[in-house]
């Protein structure tokens, strides 16, 4: 298991910028692909990012694609998520997720991840 810790949210207007980070401990975060998912109130958790174990590959939603980027410190034990171009409809509580090693179905599905973080709250004002 990985225990994730995000952090980073906030109050932005419209048009704005947010970096999130997610700090992950246990000895298996390097070998692990990681995802960023949000939730919006009302609404199911949906996939917004991924990046590969050693950072050679990333895959996005297309609602974020060009605004989002993933990336990744082995180093530091991070993933981050940096969101540009922020919109209103982006508002939702962030989680960050450790892919399960054994997983073969899709990537980009909450099924695909076993290990989550407590989320942040992400709030574009119009």
């Known amino acids: 298991q990985v225990q994730l810790v995000e952090s980073g949210g906030g109050l932005v207007q419209a048009g704005g910028s947010l970096r999130l980070s997610c700090a992950a401990s246990?000895?298996?975060?390097?070998?692990?692909?990681m995802g960023w998912f949000r939730q919006a109130p009302g609404k199911e958790r949906e996939f917004v990012a991924r990046i590969a174990w050693n950072g050679a590959s990333t895959l996005y939603a297309d609602s974020v694609k060009g605004r989002f980027t993933i990336s990744r410190d082995n180093a530091k034990n991070t993933v981050y998520l940096q969101m540009n171009s922020l919109k209103p409809e982006d508002t939702a509580v962030y989680y960050c997720?450790?892919?399960?090693?054994?997983?073969?179905?899709?990537?980009?599905?909450?099924?695909?991840?076993?290990?989550w973080g407590q989320g942040t709250q992400v709030t574009v004002s119009s």
């Open positions: 997720a450790a892919s399960n090693p054994i997983w073969v179905g899709e990537i980009a599905t909450v099924g695909g991840y076993d290990s």
């Open positions: 246990g000895r298996t975060f390097s070998s692990r692909a």
